[in-house]
């Protein structure tokens, strides 16, 4: 029997039709919105250990990485990201 990787990260994302399976990672890599000054926005990476976090999402992808394989890719609508104790939770209006 071949013994699973202890992955740091986990990715659940929900929508208001759908709640997605979570997913175990390395890192995962969404789509932020730029700040009042129109700074700061775009790809935006999380990895083990990040600080606990609220943001804004913007439209775009959220791809999730174990090693080099991706395993979780998905189009999402505008919404929030919350990062805690290593758990992401991404709720959008769509995806």
């Known amino acids: 029997m071949e013994k699973k990787k202890n992955l740091p990260l986990t990715l659940t994302v929900v929508t208001p039709e759908k709640t997605f399976p979570s997913v175990e990672c390395d890192s995962i890599i969404l789509t932020v919105k730029?700040?009042?000054d129109g700074k700061g926005g775009g790809?935006?990476?999380?990895?083990?250990?990040?600080?606990r976090a609220l943001m804004a999402t913007d439209k775009g992808f959220v791809r999730a990485k174990a090693g080099d394989e991706e395993v979780f890719s998905l189009l999402?609508?505008?919404g929030f990201a919350e990062v805690n104790k290593n758990h992401i939770i991404i709720t959008a209006d769509i995806a």
């Open 76 to 78: 999402l609508g505008e």
């Open 43 to 51: 790809s935006y990476g999380i990895k083990n250990g990040h600080a």
């Open 34 to 36: 730029d700040n009042s």
